[in-house]
């Protein structure tokens, strides 16, 4: 079925580790982002990305980059993983019309 | 001040009420605006998005008041199967970048 997929749906860290989350799509949608949710709170925008090749930081990028080298794919890499990146990540794309979501990957860092 | 603020709730009513949840949204130049459902562990839905004049779809009724910066969403003949949590959300800018408030819970007992 068409959508978004995320790699991994689980997973924990060990402070200073690092990691990379995969967000797929294939409805060949231009935009993509990277959100995460913390608990009573709203998503929060990491990192976009407008198209291929390009990316750009949204409200809270610090500890973590992205790459969108092919457009089907959006990459969101902790370096040095840290408790305070304990949270559900959410990955979306948008062709301009709508979003789709992915399921989510729950992140715990100890 | 955040840039959508919502009451958390929790909103707990009785099967076949009707329910109302407002949110404000800071920034005058926002150009969208949607209201998501998000089951408890899930990722986001789109319910519906919300137009100035005022939309319906079913039991859902959403309105929009551009010169107050509020939105509001009315839920008629409560379902049990409508409790979970209502995200107002706004789209700022062509990068069809979302800005989420925190949510408001709903439980609809029997």
């Known amino acids: 079925n068409a959508g978004v997929t995320q790699t991994p749906k689980f997973r924990v860290l060990k402070t200073g580790q690092s990691m990379t989350l995969l967000c797929a799509q294939d409805m060949n949608h231009e935009y993509m982002y990277w959100y995460r949710q913390d608990p009573g709170m709203g998503l929060r925008l990491i990192h976009y990305?407008?198209?291929?090749?390009?990316?750009a930081k949204g409200e809270v990028p610090d500890g973590y980059n992205v790459s969108r080298l092919k457009k089907q794919n959006f990459l969101l890499g902790l370096e040095s993983a840290a408790p305070s990146q304990t949270s559900v990540y959410f990955c979306a794309s948008n062709s301009g019309y709508g979003y789709t979501f992915g399921s989510g990957t729950r992140l715990t860092v100890v | 001040r955040k840039e959508v603020e919502q009451d958390p709730g929790p909103f707990n009513v009785p099967e076949g009420a009707t329910v109302a949840f407002n949110c404000t949204y800071s920034n005058s130049a926002s150009q969208s605006f949607f209201w998501y459902r998000q089951d408890c562990r899930k990722e986001p839905k789109l319910l519906m998005s919300v137009y100035s004049s005022g939309n319906e779809d079913g039991r859902f009724t959403a309105q929009l008041n551009r010169a107050s910066q509020y939105i509001s969403l009315l839920i008629r003949d409560s379902k049990l199967s409508d409790s979970a949590t209502y995200l107002c959300v706004v789209r700022m800018d062509s990068s069809y970048k979302l800005i989420f408030g925190s949510g408001t819970r709903l439980l609809v007992r029997p």
């Open positions: 990305s407008v198209g291929e090749g390009t990316t």
